[in-house]
């Protein structure tokens, strides 16, 4: 397998919502995406994440984010790996965290926060929202149905501006 395929996305977007909701009740969150750091790597247990979270923090060439609660900044509910490329912005990591996948998640909207994060950058940056990712094959049609994102080459995916609108629009009111 190619290198690049063994960090494609395999992340099912669960539910496109306006923030993060509560998987029972349906009471929803408002979250806060900051820069995390070297410096706050000990916010990250190896336990909780399937993805070498400290390892992404040493690539210089990449920034790390954290979603987490705005009545909670120290529970990270998910994590994202991003490279600025010049022209557009990719994903090279998306997590949710441990108790936010599966069956029994917490919270939904988790990972579709992370992407509109992503769009939002690319949008600040003058890059018209582009944003770039690898998808594992299974999942390409679902990218396209939930994200808007289209199929490039192979299995390298991006979200176009108008989908990336559309993203931002929903998750970044303010």
Not at 56 to 84: C, F, H, W
């Amino acid at each position: 397998m190619p290198d690049y395929l063994s960090t494609a996305f395999d992340i099912e977007i669960d539910k496109l919502t306006n923030s993060i909701e509560n998987a029972v009740s349906g009471e929803v969150f408002d979250t806060e995406i900051t820069r995390l750091t070297i410096l706050n790597e000990k916010q990250i247990k190896k336990k909780d994440w399937g993805f070498n979270w400290k390892q992404e923090l040493k690539d210089p060439s990449r920034e790390v984010y954290k979603l987490t609660t705005a009545g909670n900044r120290m529970i990270i509910q998910g994590l994202l790996s991003l490279e600025d490329k010049g022209d557009h912005i990719f994903m090279h990591l998306l997590e949710s965290a441990k108790f936010n996948q599966g069956k029994t998640k917490v919270y939904v909207g988790v990972p579709g926060n992370l992407v509109a994060y992503a769009c939002k950058l690319a949008f600040e940056k003058s890059y018209d929202g582009y944003v770039a990712f690898d998808s594992k094959s299974v999942l390409i049609e679902h990218y396209q149905k939930m994200l808007g994102a289209t199929l490039f080459r192979g299995q390298r995916m991006y979200i176009e501006t108008q989908a990336a609108s559309v993203l931002v629009t929903r998750y970044f009111k303010k």
